[in-house]
């Protein structure tokens, strides 16, 4: 089962993807589910997921967390009491993943070797402790970016996730995440991801061509 793990729309209020547009694009490459992680805040997807059932296609709902360190996506919480700062950016970033962990949830760093203005992880992901997986396949990364975080992964000794980060429709579907067994909840993903029953990759059906030009 192939899932893009790592999801934006219009409600990250940094671009214009509509989630039908995603969830269209999604259906037609074969991708079994998504996983929307808008940027700050877990209840701003809320309404793609109704969209998803109309479409027939099982959409996921996260969060991505801007920290003091990085991108961290957090999977498994139920609203937006996790964020108990009062504000959007640099997080403190072992201190956000201890509180995903207390609510039940998992916390994988995104794409950790991209530079992100003044906040990026990097060698600094050995020194981390409470995370669940990598993010070793993202599709906005370059190549060079995504090999460093799978041998991350290796060394670290955890799963790996795949997702297209996507912001436009064209970019749905560029990386994603094969599942060992069916996910039919986040509770499914979760304990998925947990027990390693997951890889990352680069979507074997990915294509550039969208809908509308076949």
Not at 99 to 112: F, Q
Request: glycine letters at 8%.
């Amino acid at each position: 089962m192939w899932i893009d793990t790592h999801c934006h729309t219009k409600y990250s209020y940094d671009n214009w993807l509509e989630p039908v547009n995603l969830i269209r694009r999604a259906k037609f490459l074969g991708i079994d589910a998504v996983c929307i992680t808008e940027h700050y805040s877990y209840e701003a997807s809320e309404p793609v997921e109704q969209i998803g059932r109309d479409e027939g296609l099982l959409v996921l709902r996260g969060v991505e967390i801007s920290t003091d360190r990085g991108h961290l996506l957090a999977y498994g919480v139920e609203d937006d009491g996790w964020n108990a700062w009062g504000r959007d950016n640099y997080l403190p970033l072992e201190e956000v993943i201890a509180r995903i962990n207390a609510l039940g949830g998992i916390c994988v760093p995104a794409h950790p070797f991209r530079e992100v203005g003044l906040a990026c992880l990097r060698k600094g992901i050995f020194d981390l402790d409470g995370i669940a997986a990598v993010e070793s396949h993202n599709g906005n990364n370059s190549e060079a970016d995504n090999q460093l975080a799978m041998l991350a992964a290796v060394r670290m000794d955890l799963p790996m996730l795949g997702g297209s980060d996507c912001h436009k429709t064209a970019a749905v579907g560029r990386c994603a995440t094969e599942f060992v067994d069916a996910i039919t909840c986040m509770a499914d993903f979760v304990a998925a991801v947990r027990t390693g029953r997951c890889r990352g990759a680069y979507f074997p059906r990915y294509t550039s061509v969208n809908m509308e030009e076949v």
